[in-house]
């Protein structure tokens, strides 16, 4: 589905990413994890075209898409919730909702009442601007706006971060419920280690810019995390 292919990029001059290379399955659940620092969130810029790799590719459904503007990826089906959400703040929820369908000009149908059966609390915020929900209510809806685009592929950076536990829960419950459904690949960044290993079908570590573990989420071992992810 999703191949990163020996991926190098660099930023201001520095090395950051050396030779990255995993593969997200179709319809699974992939867990990218790593301590601070270790170029997670750059791997998934430049798998979503906001950061050009000086080396190797990226393939998804067998295009290369190593060289395709962050839009043309977009409508290729790649949906993308960073690191602090990036919501309209003084647009109301209604907006958010629908301004990724209108980018992409598709209509929405069903699909506004499946985020709501998911996110529920959504429903009830239709009015209310972006920027006066809570943290964990504002990543429910960045994640409905990007479900709202009918992605191949959806990927979540870190998602459970400065969430409060009721609504990682919601969040993890939907995740495996998209992922019972077999319509899309989920590519996690995530520090939250039972999050993971519940939620995700396999893992790969990155240290210092390079995936230094990687195999199925039972090979999550305590050995494994305390080697590489154990601060």
Same mark, same amino acid.
């Given at each position: 589905?999703?191949?990163?292919?020996?991926?190098?990029?660099?930023?201001? *001059?520095?090395?950051?990413?050396?030779?990255?290379?995993?593969?997200?399955? #179709?319809n699974k659940v992939f867990c990218l994890m790593g301590r601070n *620092?270790?170029g997670k969130t750059s791997t998934l810029k430049s798998i979503v075209?906001?950061?050009? /790799?000086?080396?190797?590719?990226?393939?998804?459904?067998?295009?290369?898409?190593?060289?395709? #503007?962050?839009?043309?990826?977009?409508?290729?089906?790649?949906?993308?919730?960073? !690191? *602090?959400?990036?919501?309209? /703040?003084? =647009?109301?929820? %209604?907006?958010?909702?629908?301004?990724?369908?209108?980018?992409?000009?598709?209509?929405?149908?069903?699909?506004?009442?499946?985020?709501?059966? =998911?996110?529920?609390?959504?429903?009830?915020?239709?009015?209310?601007?972006?920027?006066?929900?809570?943290?964990?209510?504002? !990543? !429910?809806?960045?994640? *409905?706006?990007?479900l709202l685009t009918e992605p191949k592929l959806l990927i979540l950076?870190?998602? &459970?971060?400065?969430? !409060?536990?009721?609504?990682?829960?919601?969040?993890?419950?939907?995740?495996?419920?998209?992922? #019972?459904?077999?319509?899309?690949?989920? =590519? =996690?960044?995530?520090?939250?280690?039972?999050? +993971?290993?519940?939620?995700?079908?396999?893992?790969?570590?990155?240290?210092?810019?390079?995936?230094? +573990?990687?195999? /199925?989420? %039972?090979?999550? &071992?305590?050995?494994?995390?305390?080697?590489?992810? &154990?601060?």
């Open positions: 589905m999703l191949h990163i292919s020996q991926v190098e990029a660099s930023i201001g *001059g520095s090395r950051i990413l050396r030779g990255v290379d995993f593969a997200v399955a #179709s *620092g270790v075209g906001l950061l050009t /790799p000086s080396r190797g590719a990226i393939h998804l459904d067998g295009h290369d898409i190593t060289h395709w #503007s962050p839009d043309k990826r977009a409508r290729a089906g790649i949906g993308y919730v960073p !690191q *602090g959400r990036d919501i309209f /703040p003084f =647009l109301t929820v %209604e907006e958010n909702l629908h301004i990724g369908a209108i980018a992409q000009k598709k209509k929405l149908n069903g699909q506004l009442d499946r985020v709501f059966e =998911l996110f529920p609390i959504i429903k009830e915020f239709l009015p209310r601007k972006g920027g006066m929900l809570s943290g964990g209510q504002q !990543q !429910q809806l960045a994640i *409905g706006r990007a950076d870190e998602p &459970t971060e400065g969430i !409060q536990p009721n609504i990682i829960d919601q969040i993890g419950e939907a995740i495996k419920l998209l992922r #019972s459904e077999g319509k899309m690949s989920i =590519l =996690l960044v995530e520090q939250y280690l039972d999050f +993971c290993k519940e939620l995700a079908d396999d893992f790969a570590i990155l240290n210092r810019g390079a995936v230094v +573990c990687a195999g /199925p989420v %039972e090979a999550l &071992t305590d050995e494994v995390v305390k080697a590489h992810l &154990t601060v």
